[in-house]
Nanobody, 119 residues
């Protein structure tokens, strides 16, 4: 089992920045994959940015050059730095990890944090 606790969402004006944090109950060094997804009202959940244990990244075209995924292994925490925010970035953001549990890869989710971009 892995518990994930998110923080950092809120209301920000267009062009502003926010940083989301996700603290893992398990060391993030051994995880198969970690990253962020988001879900806007009436939309399906979509990938924002992920990185595998081997270092392969996958980032949505809509956020490339604006959002940065980073990590602090000593704190079992990873982050999503969001810059130049746009109204279309408004969504609930979820952190996600994939970890081996009982011999199989299982996906775990944070509770979600609301990000609203509006003037």
């Amino acid at each position: 089992q892995v518990q994930l606790v998110e923080s950092g969402g809120g209301l920000v004006q267009p062009g502003g920045s926010l940083r989301l944090s996700c603290v893992s109950s398990r060391s993030i060094l051994g995880l198969n994959e970690l990253g962020w997804y988001r879900q806007a009202p009436g939309q399906q959940r979509e990938l924002v940015s992920t990185v595998t244990h081997g270092g392969t990244t996958n980032t949505a075209d809509s956020v490339k050059g604006r959002f940065i995924l980073s990590r602090d292994n000593t704190k079992n925490t990873f982050y999503l730095q969001m810059n130049s925010l746009k109204p279309e970035d408004t969504a609930v953001y979820y952190c996600n990890v994939k970890a081996v549990t009982a011999g199989r890869v299982v996906a775990y989710w944070g509770q979600g944090t609301q990000v609203t971009v509006s003037s």
